[in-house]
């Protein structure tokens, strides 16, 4: 019976140590995945760990710039109204 016990005793260590081991794991990859994303810019330090660069928060002025731009961009890919030649006198 102390046998048993003893056995039980020591699987619940190595579950509890296997648990704890993958959290801290866990914890460490998200803490240096934060680190490399951040890089310590400066600017890049208002970025969420949680949602990334979807939860940058910005300054006023680059906040104004992006949300009352009212100039649509262009839908074409890079270098499309090209033909071949022009295209490859633009890369030589």
Request: hydrophobic share 40%.
């Given at each position: 019976m102390k046998a048993?016990?003893?056995l039980?005793?020591?699987?619940?260590?190595l579950?509890?140590?296997?648990?704890?081991?993958?959290k801290?794991?866990?914890?460490?990859?998200?803490f240096?995945?934060?680190?490399?994303?951040?890089?310590?810019?400066p600017e890049?330090k208002?970025?969420?760990?949680?949602?990334?660069?979807?939860?940058?928060?910005s300054?006023?002025?680059?906040?104004?710039?992006?949300?009352?731009?009212?100039?649509?961009?262009?839908?074409e890919?890079?270098?499309?109204?090209?033909?071949?030649?022009?295209?490859?006198?633009?890369?030589?």
């Amino acid at each position: 019976m102390k046998a048993l016990i003893l056995l039980a005793l020591v699987l619940i260590n190595l579950a509890l140590i296997f648990y704890l081991g993958e959290k801290v794991s866990r914890y460490s990859k998200r803490f240096t995945d934060h680190r490399k994303l951040v890089n310590a810019h400066p600017e890049m330090k208002s970025v969420d760990p949680e949602r990334g660069l979807m939860g940058f928060e910005s300054d006023d002025v680059i906040r104004a710039l992006v949300l009352d731009n009212d100039e649509p961009g262009e839908s074409e890919p890079y270098l499309a109204t090209l033909t071949k030649d022009e295209e490859d006198q633009s890369l030589a």
